[in-house]
């Protein structure tokens, strides 16, 4: 834990903070390397052990980056191991400190605000060892400590660096670069010798005017005049970064940013590949809309997520009779399109006896009864009509998944093309038999096909019963989403009475709302449905108090380690029952001694 850095604002792995030492630092943050050199800012390298100019004291409201041992890469491990802790021993001190730790390291000491990666400007070009090093650091450490990668940030991959988990960067590549008359861009760097014209108007490019002017320079004068400009793009993309994390667009930038160098989309690859980091990190619900555009989109979070609460949360009408596969639609939710309509059309009369999901790429399967919930009414992609390999066999992972756990009667697929070609594929492997409603050389939408969708349907609900309560059904099914399997049975009673309009439901029971929707097609709880929730999940414990509008992490006592930002929570203490929707996650608040841990809707004294 730390009483210097204070975490404000988070996406995924990325976060928004403060280092408040003598003046504060926004995070994330580019340093100013002539200040370090000069040992003149707020943070403070004491330098090397191996340097006779070693700092011995400085200004406790400064931080201290302690002696550290300048090491290559690949030093052998006994020399690496041999410096750890010993700074610490020579170093005792109240105020801020920092340890620089060597991507080999094993061991990693407690109880810093800052850690700095060792030897980071040879991490560039190695994707596995750069994110390797980053994930065993925030893996090893208090959720509410900075990182600091130097001499690595460049406007290329700045974002990657922030989305992987580092707070602090500094401007020594940049200049680096800037002496080897290197131009840099946020596409990547150029050597100015090739350049036609700038394509930049920041005040040095626009001054000297002409990359031949820049050329007939000095060549202190020319590598002065790009290491500036190299600072000023690396500013620009921090700024454009920061807005990102504030409006949770920052997945979509990186999909994009990560493109102009094949080590930047492998670092990309390779953290979706540790799920639990990313997952922890990751919010339940967003404003912003997700943007699926590339083939990494279907790795994020958001997907996988959803993909796997669908199977292990989600249980169909019981006895599960008939199911209707049907394709997804571009408006969202499905149920307002054009192409859904036709479909609740043709299946008026059917829909109480049969059960509904919706073939979609990147999600996989959406049960009628949470094509509100996020993602599956926020989410848009790029639409050819032609369905990539990555696609069919993701899409045919999830229904495969579904159709394996869940046995049905029957099973139509009303679907064409590459939704067709998925039913088809599954079909085989579960050794099921499916039937095809869409008439051959036609498309779902046509009359045809919607006759056919219905005078199959007719066939296999004869003697089905109806169900009783769609509506119940459906938020308990939310329930069970969000909460876990059984919970919208047990928060929801049989007796509960459903108000619903075109802006969301409330459920009363007993005389008491106890729950409604948000505008993320989640449940929102009372303090009555608190009292229905079961007692051991998403439960905050706090310290002997009675918040009043929010609870920070000091005075968290215990924390579901399941909940994510942005869940729906109960706030539990000797004094207090309240609910509210977290603002990190449960192992966070657990661990932090700064920052809002639950932004609180409602509480109670006991």
Known sequence: MTRYFEVMQRDCAARIGRLMLDLRIATPAILNSELLRRRKGSIIDCGSVWDDHVIESADPDRLLILPHRSLP???????????????????????????????MQTDVPE????????????????????????????????????????????????????????DLVDDTAAIIKGYQDLYLTREGEKSVDRLHEFP????????????????????????????????????????????????GSLRCYVEKQCRSRPYLTAVLRLLDQEHAYLEERTPTVRKSVLIANTAESQNRVEVTRFAERVISRFAPPDPPGTIVILPCSARKPYSQSMSHAKFIEALSGYRQQIHEIILTSPLGVVPRELETVYP??????????QW??????????????????????????????GFAEVCRTVEQDLGIEITYSVIEGEGPMTGDSLASLRESVAESVSLQPRSKKPALRTVRAIADYQFGQGVGVRLIPDHAQIKSSRSGFWVFADGARIASSSGYGTITLTLAGAARMPPDIYRVRIDDFLP??????????EADPQIRQMDEVIVEGKMALGVGRARMSGREMAGSSRGLAVDLRAVEGR
């Open 73 to 103: 890469l690949y030093a052998p491990q006994e020399l690496i191991d041999r410096s750890v802790n010993r700074s610490s021993e020579l170093f005792r001190r109240d105020g801020a400190t920092g340890e620089v730790i060597h991507p």
């Open 111 to 166: 109880g810093r605000d800052l850690y700095v990666i060792g030897a980071a400007a040879l991490l560039e070009n190695r994707a596995r060892l750069l994110t390797g090093t980053v994930l065993k650091l925030k893996n090893s450490t208090s959720p509410d400590t900075a990182m600091y990668a130097p001499a690595l940030a460049t406007p290329e991959n700045l974002a990657v660096l922030i989305y992987l988990g580092v």
């Open 200 to 247: 930049c108007a920041c005040e040095i490019c626009t001054k000297t005017g002409t990359p031949e002017r820049l050329l007939s320079l000095p060549a202190s004068d020319r590598a002065r005049l790009l290491a500036r400009h190299n600072i000023i793009k690396l500013d620009e993309e921090l700024r454009l970064v920061r807005e990102c994390i504030r409006d």
């Open 376 to 385: 599956a009414a926020h989410y848009d992609i790029a639409v050819t009509g």
């Open 388 to 417: 990539s390999l990555d696609e069919t066999a993701w899409v045919a992972s999830c229904l495969r998944a579904y159709l394996g756990k869940h046995t049905y009667r029957n099973i139509i697929a009303h679907v064409s093309g």
């Open 548 to 557: 009043k509008g929010s609870v920070l992490a000091p005075g968290v006592v």
